[in-house]
């Protein structure tokens, strides 16, 4: 599974296209009235104000050099706030392994930097904006977890462990094993370093093969081909 666009809803989209392009430095690659595009390594990101409804928050990921992750850190701590959690302000998921530290964009996105040692390549650039390799993670929030993981089965994407999918538990839906994945659950899941809870918002993920999956306006999950587009 690789993510070629990401596109997500903001009701600021000036302070947010400032705030990647200019704070943090990513290369806009198109905007318009509605909508801005950055370039996140191989991926698109693209934020958009067309149809909001309310103050839409998301989580999603972006992938770190295997060897990059302390100065990649130092360079977000001079960018923006790092977030914390339990006083730390960075994770240890040993179980990857892999460390990953967080912050917040302006409109409430929790946002990760993750290093995963076994999969990640390596670079032998100083640190910088254009060392960060793809978007590999963005939460999915359904209504009902357990019948969208079935449906994941048509885009041959599966859960990374044995245990049950449900609306709960946080499950790393992936096709292939390059530290990409699509993190499936339901409302009311705390996000890790930060006290919001996992809530339904339309958003968009176009893959790098013939699939596009997302959550509409109605709050209702699906999958199409891009030659199927609605």
Not at 12 to 26: A, I, N, P, S
Not at 62 to 85: H, R
Not at 90 to 119: K, M, T
Not at 124 to 142: K, Y
Request: with cysteine; aromatic share 14%; hydrophobic share 35%.
């Amino acid at each position: 599974m690789e993510i070629e666009l990401l596109t997500l809803h903001t009701s600021q989209l000036e302070e947010m296209k400032q705030f990647y392009t200019k704070q943090l430095g990513f290369s806009l690659f198109s905007e318009d009235a509605t909508h801005f595009r950055i370039k996140v390594g191989s991926s698109l990101l693209e934020f958009t104000n067309e149809y909001v409804v309310g103050e839409p928050y998301y989580h999603f990921a972006f992938n770190l050099p295997s060897n990059q992750f302390q100065e990649a850190k130092t360079w977000l701590k001079a960018k923006t706030t790092l977030l914390l959690e339990d006083g730390e302000d960075e994770a240890d998921f040993s179980f990857w392994p892999a460390h990953a530290c967080y912050f917040e964009d302006p409109a409430g996105n929790i946002v990760e930097l993750i290093a995963r040692y076994n999969v990640n390549p390596t670079s032998d650039e100083p640190f910088s904006v254009h060392q960060i390799l793809n978007v590999s993670e963005i939460g999915l929030i359904v209504k009902d977890a357990p019948s969208v993981g079935e449906q994941f089965k048509k885009i041959s994407a599966y859960k990374s462990d044995d245990k049950p999918i449900s609306n709960d538990s946080l499950s790393f839906m992936k096709a292939k094993d390059n530290g990409v994945f699509v993190l499936l659950t339901g409302e009311g899941r705390r996000w890790l370093f930060s006290e919001k809870k996992s809530k339904i918002f339309p958003l968009r993920i176009t893959l790098r093969n013939q699939y596009i999956l997302g959550v509409d306006d109605r709050h209702e999950f699906f999958i199409t081909k891009k030659n199927d587009e609605f």
